[in-house]
C-alpha cells in the first residue's frame, strides 16, 4: 500500500450541475476508525439527483460536496483502538453511521436514527475522492473472489436485502416487483435468495425487461401490454422500486390477501391509497429505508455465485470523469455505472 500522501484527489459538487476536481487534504482516521484507499464506486440515483437539481426532498446542497456513497477499497491506516491487522484488508463499507445511543439505536433501527451520518448526504463528503474514513466495524472484509466493483455494489444489493427481509419472502413465494432499474434488479436477486419461485418484475423499458430476467426475474411483463397478466397475480409480496402511482396501485391490487406491500421507490410523494383493498385483504403496507447490517449476508450470497452484481456493470469512468459517470447513470439504456478511482 505504501505511503499514506497528506492530498488527494477529490470530486466535488460545487452547486447543482457543477462539478470540479480539487485537492483536498487526506482526512485522518479518528477513534475507532479506519483510513480507506478507495478503489471503485457506484454512481446511484442520488448522487445523479443531488448533481441534476441541488437536492432530495428536503436535504439541500447548500455548500460544496463529494457526493457517492456505494464505495469499496482496501484499510491504509487505522485510527486510536482499531488493531493495525485491519491495514491491508479489502473492504466494501456500510456508509450508515448511526449515534449508536438514541432509541431508535438501541431498539434495533438504526437506519431510523434522527442523528445518522450517511456518505454524500448534506453535509457529510462522499467517497469519489482518493481516501475515506469509516469505523472500523462498518468496513467489512471481503474475499479475494470478490471484485472492487462487486464489493461496491454491496450497498444498492443491501437496499434489496432489506426491502426482501421487510417483505418476509419465503421459499415458493411468488414476488411482483415494480421497476428492473438497479434497484429492482437487486430486489430481485434478494428475494431468489430466500427462496422467491416466482419472480414477476415490470417495467417500460425493452432493454431492462430484457434485462432482469439474468438478475432474479423468472418473468418479466409490461405494465401496460400485458395488465391483464399483472392483473391476475396475488403475490404473496409486493415490491415497488419504480415509485409511480400507477405501479404501486397495480401492485397493491395484485398482494394476496394477508400478503405485504413495500415501499422501495421514491417517487410522487404523495399517492392515493385503495383503503378498502389493504383493509379487507388485510395487506401488510411497510416502507424501506436503506437497511440495517446486510454486508455478511450480501458478502456471502454474493461469494457463494447465489447473487451477480460484476454483470451489472454497464460503463466504467475514472475519478476525472464523474460527470460523466452521472449524466450516463440518467440513461435507460445504462444499469450501473462505476466510477473507478484507484484501479485494482
Ligand atoms: P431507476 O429510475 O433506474 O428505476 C426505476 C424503474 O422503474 C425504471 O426502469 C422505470 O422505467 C420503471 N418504471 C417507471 N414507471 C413504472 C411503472 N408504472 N411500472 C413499472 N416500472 C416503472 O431507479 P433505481 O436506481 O432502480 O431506484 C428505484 C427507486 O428506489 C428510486 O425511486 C429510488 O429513489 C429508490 N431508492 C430507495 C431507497 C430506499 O432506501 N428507500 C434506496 C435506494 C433507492
Ligand atoms: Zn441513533
Redesign the pocket.
Known amino acids: 500500500t505504501g505511503t499514506i500522501p497528506t492530498t488527494m484527489r477529490a470530486s466535488v459538487l460545487l452547486k447543482q450541475g457543477v462539478i470540479e476536481m480539487q485537492e483536498r487534504p487526506v482526512p485522518t482516521p479518528g477513534d475507532g476508525e479506519v483510513l480507506v484507499r478507495v478503489a471503485s464506486v457506484g454512481v446511484?440515483?442520488?448522487d445523479v439527483?443531488y448533481y441534476k437539481h441541488g437536492r432530495i426532498g428536503d436535504m439541500v446542497v447548500t455548500a460544496p460536496i463529494v457526493l457517492g456513497h456505494e464505495v469499496s477499497g482496501t484499510v491504509v491506516g487505522v485510527g486510536r483502538g482499531v488493531s493495525e491487522d485491519r491495514v491491508g484488508d479489502r473492504v466494501a463499507i456500510d456508509p450508515q453511521v448511526p449515534c449508536r445511543q438514541c432509541r431508535q439505536c438501541k431498539t434495533g433501527r438504526s437506519n431510523l436514527c434522527p442523528f445518522m451520518e450517511f456518505y454524500a448526504t448534506p453535509p457529510f463528503d462522499g467517497t469519489f475522492c482518493d481516501y475515506v474514513t469509516a469505523p472500523a466495524d462498518q468496513a467489512y472484509t471481503v474475499p479475494d473472489s470478490l471484485s472492487d466493483e462487486s464489493a461496491a455494489l454491496l450497498e444498492?444489493l443491501s437496499?434489496g436485502l432489506?426491502?426482501a427481509h421487510k417483505a418476509d419472502v419465503g421459499p415458493g413465494d411468488q414476488v411482483l416487483i415494480?421497476?428492473?432499474?438497479?434497484?429492482?434488479?437487486?430486489c430481485a436477486q434478494a428475494v431468489r435468495a430466500r427462496g422467491a419461485t416466482d419472480v414477476v418484475v415490470?417495467?417500460?423499458?425493452d432493454s431492462?425487461r430484457e434485462r432482469i430476467t439474468s438478475f432474479g426475474a423468472t418473468r418479466a411483463l409490461h405494465?401496460v401490454q400485458d395488465a391483464d397478466e399483472i392483473a391476475a397475480i396475488r403475490a404473496d409480496a409486493f415490491i415497488d422500486?419504480?415509485?409511480?402511482?400507477?405501479?404501486v396501485l397495480?401492485g397493491i391490487a395484485s398482494t394476496r390477501g394477508g400478503g405485504t406491500v413495500v415501499?422501495?421507490?421514491?417517487?410522487a410523494e404523495e399517492m392515493p391509497i385503495p383503503v378498502q383493498l389493504i383493509a379487507t385483504r388485510e395487506i401488510n403496507l411497510t416502507?424501506?429505508?436503506?437497511?440495517i447490517d446486510t454486508w455478511p449476508r450480501g458478502i456471502a450470497l454474493t461469494s457463494a455465485g447465489t447473487v451477480h452484481l460484476d454483470d451489472m456493470v454497464t460503463a466504467r469512468y475514472p475519478l476525472e470523469q464523474v460527470e460523466d459517470a452521472l449524466n450516463a447513470?440518467s440513461d435507460?439504456l445504462s444499469m450501473k455505472a462505476v466510477v473507478v478511482v484507484n484501479p485494482a
Do not use: E, K, Q
Not at 415494480?178 to 437487486?186: H, R
Not at 415490470?202 to 423499458?205: C, N, S
Not at 416502507?287 to 437497511?291: D, S
Open positions: 446511484c440515483g442520488s439527483h444498492p437496499v432489506w426491502a415494480a421497476g428492473a432499474g438497479p434497484i429492482g434488479a437487486m415490470t417495467d417500460f423499458v431492462r405494465p422500486c419504480s415509485g409511480a402511482t400507477p405501479a397495480s415501499l422501495v421507490g421514491l417517487g416502507g424501506v429505508f436503506r437497511y447513470d435507460p
